[in-house]
């Protein structure tokens, strides 16, 4: 027996010393830390005492340790598992926009290269980090379970990319190399990108209706809840593996109700007109592909204002059944919504 295994051992919930040691030797690494999320898992893997590396694509200031470099390629992969016990894998290509193969390099062919170079160097454990888009086709989603991911439903590059992708994790899946796809829907928190920012700019150039009204429910995820159920996922390993985890705040709330409260942390007027769901999903395919051919011409570099993918989210239901990922992963979300939301508007006063 190794001295790590025995550590292992003798860790139980009436000895958190051990527990505590165990953790410290188990190494972790944590890929797509440039963003919001990433960040946030790393720095809750680090307070909890495992031994965290990140690999991320820009060069990042962190109290553990930190590679710049990308997924794709097979090199930077084998050397970033080097030495690890698990593997969080974030990094993804995340766009309304793109050239497919460019969702493929990275969503699938970095995935498959990743869990082979883990396999390859003995880790154990892998959470790949999903999204709930990838069991998402057009319609609304009401209180349902994780569905199953599929490439050739899901809506976007994005979503079939991911679903691609966490079906080639989960394969992978068994007693020696165990995998779960943990799918936090919709995060967002102080410093996103993804979601503030867009709405908040939008919002105060007057560019963001509501669509329908802005009654569509949706679940969406604080970053720290968020965090939390993914380092919980690897935590909770024996019970997690196999299996694809849907991971939400549990507080559906109206989009024009949820977009109200970010435009008022940030201090900008909410949107103050409605247009029909059904014009914005229509005028959406049209800009979204006006919008792919101007960036293959070097024409624009953002992202379009609109796309069908954007318009269904904000036009359909989806809000799921929490029960049995709570029960798996022993957590519930510590911050609610409106919590979230005062913590935002202190982010917007003292930024």
Excluded at 68 to 76: E, I, L
Excluded at 159 to 186: M, N, W, Y
Excluded at 301 to 316: G, K, N, V, Y
């Amino acid at each position: 027996m190794t001295a790590d295994s025995s550590l292992e051992n003798s860790a139980s919930p009436n000895n958190p010393l051990a527990t505590t040691i165990s953790k410290r030797q188990r190494r972790v690494l944590v890929t797509g830390t440039s963003g919001l999320l990433g960040r946030a898992v790393a720095s809750l893997l680090h307070e909890r005492g495992f031994g965290v590396r990140t690999l991320q694509r820009r060069a990042v200031q962190a109290p553990w340790e930190s590679m710049q470099g990308s997924v794709v390629d097979p090199d930077v992969g084998a050397r970033a598992v080097a030495g690890m016990d698990a593997v969080v894998h974030l990094a993804a290509k995340v766009s309304f926009t793109g050239e497919w193969n460019e969702f493929v390099s990275t969503n699938i062919v970095g995935t498959r290269q990743l869990i082979a170079a883990a396999q390859h160097e003995g880790v154990r454990d892998f959470v790949f980090v999903s999204s709930p888009s990838v069991a998402h086709f057009g319609s609304s989603i009401v209180g349902a379970p994780a569905g199953a991911a599929n490439p050739e439903l899901a809506r976007g590059h994005y979503a079939r990319s991911k679903a691609a992708g966490e079906q080639i994790a989960l394969a992978q899946d068994s007693p020696t190399f165990r995998v779960t796809a943990v799918r936090p829907h919709v995060v967002w928190g102080p410093g996103d990108t993804q979601l503030v920012e867009r709405v908040v700019e939008r919002a105060r150039t007057g560019r963001l209706p509501l669509l329908d009204g802005g009654r569509a429910l949706i679940d969406t995820t604080y970053v720290d809840n968020a965090a939390e159920a993914i380092v919980r996922g690897l935590e909770r390993m024996d019970y997690a593996h196999g299996q694809a985890l849907v991971v939400t705040n549990g507080e559906p709330r109206a989009v024009g109700e949820l977009i109200a409260g970010i435009c008022a942390a940030a201090g900008v007027p909410a949107p103050g007109y409605s247009v029909p769901g059904w014009l914005a999903r229509g005028a959406g395919s049209v800009i979204e592909k006006a919008w792919s051919a101007a960036g293959s011409r070097g024409w624009v570099h953002d992202e379009p204002p609109m796309t069908r993918f954007l318009a269904e989210q904000l036009s359909t239901a989806h809000w799921f059944d929490q029960r049995h990922t709570q029960a798996v992963l022993d957590w519930t979300p510590a911050v609610t919504v409106d919590e979230g939301l005062a913590r935002l508007a202190q982010h917007y006063r003292t930024s």
